[in-house]
Structure formats: C-alpha cells, structure tokens
C-alpha cells in the first residue's frame, strides 16, 4: 500500500484542517488507517484510527475535537480536526496496516505502510 499524506498548513489556534491520506496499490478497505503525528524532539504518537470494520479510537488529547473517515470506494482516510491548538503543531502521518482483529491499534509497529507525513503548524 503506497500512501500520501495532504492538507496541513498554517491555522490560527481555534481554527479547522482536514487532513487527507489516499491509498494505491492494495484493497484499502481491508486495512486499518491511523494518523500518528510526531512534533520535533518527541517520539511519533497515535492520534486516531479507523479499523477496517469501521471502529474508530482517538487519543485523549485530540477526542472531541477530531472526527476520523474513510471512503473506500475512493481509497481515501481522512481527519477533520476542530479547535486547534498550538500543542497540536507536528508532523502528521498517515498509517495503514492489517490487523485479525477489529481493533484499532495505537502504536507504530501495528501499522506497516506510512505516508510521507504533512505538516501542520498552529499559530497562538
């Protein structure tokens, strides 16, 4: 699965972005997507997750605030988030891998192919 990563940018805190990852290569609707963000100096952590049956899971730091999707007609995921804030600046990447269960995992190693991450910066 080959992804790409799109639609960071420069927001004001308070302000919305839409983050899109399209998916080639395999049957995106057998894989859970995830994004993952990873801001300079911290490690690369779990943002949210949609599993291949359709569960979703968000970290504490983004719930109620982010709203995960997928058309798999379209091979597209995507994270709508509101409410931004300057801790949410980092790089975000999106994640695809396979998983026997209908769990969405929240660390790296459960997901095999990575996008090439897209920057959002969120000005105080």
């Known amino acids: 699965v080959q992804l790409q990563a799109s639609g960071g940018g420069l927001v004001q805190t308070g302000g919305s972005l839409r983050l899109s990852c399209a998916a080639s290569?395999?049957?995106?609707?057998?894989?859970?997507v995830a994004w993952f963000r990873q801001a300079p100096g911290r490690e690369r952590g779990f943002v949210a997750g949609?599993?291949?049956?359709?569960?979703?899971r968000y970290a504490d730091s983004v719930k109620g605030r982010s709203t995960m999707s997928r058309t798999s007609a379209k091979n597209m995921a995507y994270l709508q988030m509101i409410s931004l804030k300057p801790e949410d600046t980092a790089v975000y990447y999106c994640a695809a891998g396979r998983r026997s269960s209908d769990v969405v995992g929240v660390t790296t190693t459960d997901y095999a192919y990575w996008g090439q991450g897209t920057q959002v910066t969120v000005s105080s």
């Open positions: 290569g395999r049957t995106f609707s057998d894989y859970d």
């Open positions: 949609i599993s291949w049956g359709g569960r979703k």
